[in-house]
């Protein structure tokens, strides 16, 4: 027969700081565990890694602010960036592999040479449809440095893509002063003419090709 210990004040303090001691251990530890702040993507399948890539980043994008970019994309385009915003919203990527896959059926569909199921393709082929707009963006004019007259009209572009053409400090500095020169000469004084990009309307999202 076992001896009964008698349980008093003594050992109700004693459990007490054994308890304290095991919480304080335990919540040290957890503080130590690093966070999990990985972007999040979905498994390779089939030569998938250029979708992989651009749904993770643009998942991760939309992450930040869900309502604000949720209008951001939308405003760039229904088709492709709408579709994409109301698949996050309704399964917060939980089904990141079918999204994955719709996307790559919807490209098929509309570029079935670009968008081969099974091949390889790539991350601007995507963007190039994505991220394309059905308004300008920009537009840029050619001109003599020497204001000699160019017979060159305006050229439009209805896309969020950026394309960075010289070598500048930011990417800011480039943005306001979007000025490359280019390989055609003035008539008039034979000095490379220049070309100047402008933003004529606002884009929510910018894609920067450095």
Known sequence: MGIKRKFGLGNIEDLETAVKKKTKKENLETQSLPLDTSPRGSQWSNNSCAFDAVISLLYNIWLDDMNKRSIHFRHINEVHMGMISDSFSQTQFQNSTNIRDFVRRRLQRIDPISFAW????????????????????????MFCPNNHPVNRDARLGSTCQITILQQCSTIQDFVDDQTIHCASSCQNCHSHLLRKQVFIHPSPNLNHCV
């Not at 099974?118 to 004019?141: E, K, M, N, V, W």
């Open 118 to 141: 099974g091949q390889f393709t790539s991350i601007q082929s995507i963007l190039d449809h994505f991220l394309a707009t059905s308004y300008p963006i920009t537009s840029s004019l």
